[in-house]
């Protein structure tokens, strides 16, 4: 019997998916994360504006949409 536990879930019959407290989803270069206390991290987005159209990115620390 293994202890893995996944942290992920695809829901059934749709494409949306559930990140449990303590686990993440790397969505190409960028890493969401929700902690064990619910909380959601994000890394690895750009610091500088990507000019593209609802692009996210953070501004000195501030999550921002680009207006592109």
Request: charged fraction near 15%.
């Amino acid at each position: 019997m293994s202890d893995y536990s996944a942290k992920v879930h695809i829901e059934v019959g749709g494409d949306r998916q559930t990140i449990d407290p303590g686990g993440s989803l790397k969505v190409g270069e960028v890493v969401f994360t929700v902690n064990t206390a619910g909380h959601v991290i994000v890394s690895g987005i750009p610091t500088a504006d990507p000019h593209v159209v609802g692009a996210l990115w953070s501004n000195s620390g501030v999550l921002t949409v680009s207006a592109g």
